[in-house]
């Protein structure tokens, strides 16, 4: 169905003044009785970061400028055990709706749908219609909602957040794009790589020139001051998926500049360096063990060029999360000078792990039409990766598993994977509610939680129906007391918690975690990581997942397959191809 779909409201009360930002009148729909959230009812600013690492903020033991994000999670509480699904669409699924991702419609990414899983229940690629997403929620509820940034759960009209609850919407609908608009030319979109933004649902373009972080918080900047102006009283859920520090690797010079030679000891340096402080930060325990690097070449084996090439790279990197973190400050400014700061709740995580992969051009799975087609040369979309021009818009790389792993620490690989270093991501909540003071909670939380605690503090209840039809509910839990320090958690030691992507598998349950990793099919992470076999870890404990008990402990290996296998088949997971488990895993390369 193209359009907006939601309950019927009280809409006059509540549409603002001003012709040019009124909101449009509610359409009825045979939904459960209407719902509005109470007159109080708190203001909702949900910011992602893309690709970010567990320890990428100072907040969070890393080097990198980050005050506007360390004062917020600082007068907040930090989440050690928040965690996501292995890559961005599942993740984004999940946020929406509040339930599994193999139930949303992305129980793979849409670039990666393989003969396994295309045409599959939940694998449809696009957040599907047996969710209702939260914007269109509260949204029904009478609040206003607005989206600047990252979409990546649909490429059609319908499927657009135009048509999913957002009112106001400036979205990149792919899952990266060129951070300076340089791939909107003639020769990306003859490759099938030029990105699509739709400003309100409407065919639009990032002004060129422009860095993306600044344009996306430039628009919901906007959209804030709008409503202000036009005295707009309904609360608000305003949504900052920025695409930084997501791949490629750009950055304004200047920003980049601050970090000159600050990577030159290597990604190993690093990570010790890291390691250190979030143990005196109190946010891992003391005596906690990295993973070993996997798939990373040694700092001491590389040349004198080489380091220079991978020290550019962090610096670049370092600078996106610098920059998305300036683009923070503006935000909470703009909330400050209205007055709306206070009335607030401000959550903030990761959507993954940070990216392993070895980049150095645009992948085919991007491509728009035909992904298996063959790519033009990188000198014919105008990439130049030397030393000098790293950074800049006509560049084009990631910076690799060596940095991803120092980014992740303690945890054991990145991004694609269910091992922490794929699902734990660096995450807190602030304002209105949240019981701060730099408070740290360990419980074991998930991107699913999102939608639950944002309609639990919005006072309005999950509907049975949405749009003439059922969903599903809500599996994810209401985070508030934890947020208002009332409880440990929100999960009993015998709740749990799956994981899959790429038939990469993982269980939760309590301390305990399962893991199992099979020869690569439908790899995401070049040069994969296999062991064939489920491992046992308790992470508490073992946080860098080290430690495998699956020997010493049969009994509860056997029980939490045993509850992997009933989620699984609960949640329709396609199941790993007949013979590719017993396949040996490829041998690992840089």
């Known amino acids: ?60 033991g890393g080097e990198i400028a980050t005050p506007n ?18 890559t961005c669409s599942p993740t984004r699924s999940m946020l929406m709706s509040g339930v599994d991702n193999h139930e949303a419609g992305l129980g793979t990414m849409a670039e990666l749908l393989g003969p396994a899983t295309r045409g599959q229940p939940g694998y449809e690629g696009y957040l599907n219609d047996r969710v209702a997403s939260i914007a269109e929620l509260l949204r029904a509820g009478g609040y206003a909602t607005w989206m600047a940034g990252k979409w990546h759960l649909g490429l059609t009209p319908e499927r657009e957040p135009a048509a999913r609850g957002f009112e106001h919407s400036f979205a990149l609908l792919q899952g990266l794009s060129n951070h300076f608009g340089a791939d909107q030319d003639e020769a990306w979109t003859k490759a099938g790589l030029a990105p ?5 649902g409407k065919p639009a373009a990032l002004p060129k020139g422009q860095y993306s972080a600044d ?3 430039d628009r919901l900047i906007g ?16 949504y900052l998926p920025f695409t930084t520090p997501h791949w490629p690797l750009q950055a304004p010079a200047e ?19 890291r390691l250190a402080r979030q143990k005196a930060l109190g946010l891992v325990p003391a005596d906690a063990v990295p993973h070993s690097l996997e798939l990373a070449r040694p700092w001491a084996s590389l040349n004198a060029d080489e380091r220079a090439v991978e020290a550019r790279k962090m610096e670049v990197y370092a600078a996106m999360v610098d920059r998305m973190d300036q683009n923070v400050g503006r935000v909470i400014a703009a909330l400050k000078a209205q007055g709306r700061y206070d009335n607030t709740i401000i959550l903030f995580f990761a959507d993954n792990g940070p990216e392993g992969n070895v980049i150095e051009a645009p992948s085919p799975r991007f491509k728009v039409g035909s992904p298996d087609a063959a790519l033009p040369p990188a000198q014919a979309l105008g990439i130049d990766n030397s030393l000098e021009n790293i950074g800049k818009p006509t560049s084009y790389v990631g910076y690799g598993p060596g940095w991803a792993q120092a980014n992740s620490v303690p945890s054991w690989l990145v991004k694609g994977y269910t091992t922490e270093g794929g699902i734990r991501v660096s995450a807190f909540a602030a304002g209105r509610g949240v019981t701060g003071g730099g408070r740290i909670a360990n419980a074991n939380l998930d991107v699913r939680d999102v939608a639950p605690t944002l309609l639990d503090y919005a006072g309005l209840r999950q509907p049975s129906q949405f749009a003439d039809h059922a969903i599903l509910p809500y599996e994810g839990k209401s985070l508030r007391p934890v947020l208002a320090a009332s409880a440990a958690n929100v999960r009993s030691a015998d709740d749990t918690l799956g994981y899959e992507l790429f038939f990469r598998r993982a269980l939760r349950q309590g301390d305990w975690k399962v893991v199992f990793l099979p020869a690569p099919t439908n790899r995401y992470t070049r040069g994969g990581v296999s062991t064939g076999r489920w491992q046992l870890f308790n992470v508490a404990r073992d946080p860098g997942e080290t430690h495998d008990l699956a020997a010493a402990e049969p009994k509860r290996l056997a029980e939490l397959v045993k509850a992997y296998d009933l989620y699984a088949k609960a949640k329709g997971v396609v199941p790993l191809p007949v013979g590719a488990e017993a396949a040996p895993a490829p041998a690992a390369r840089p």
Not at 255 to 273: F, H, M, V
Request: charged share 20%; hydrophobic share 50%.
């Open 196 to 200: 699509s933004y739709r400003d309100d």
């Open 215 to 217: 344009y996306f918080a």
């Open 223 to 238: 959209y804030l001051d709008a409503s202000a102006k036009a005295a707009d009283r309904r609360p608000f859920f305003a």
């Open 1 to 60: 169905m193209i359009g907006v779909r939601f309950w019927t409201v009280a809409a006059s009360a509540l549409i603002a003044a001003t012709p040019a930002f009124a909101a449009p009148a509610a359409t009825a729909s045979a939904a459960s009785e209407p719902q509005t959230a109470p007159k109080d009812a708190p203001n909702f600013l949900i910011i992602v970061a893309d690709d970010l690492g567990w320890s990428d903020l100072g907040a969070f």
């Open 69 to 86: 994000l360390d004062a917020l999670a600082l007068s907040g509480v930090r989440f050690t055990g928040f965690h996501t699904a292995p």
């Open 255 to 273: 920003t980049i500049a601050k970090y000159k030679g600050r990577y030159d000891a290597g990604y190993e340096a690093l990570r010790a360096e």
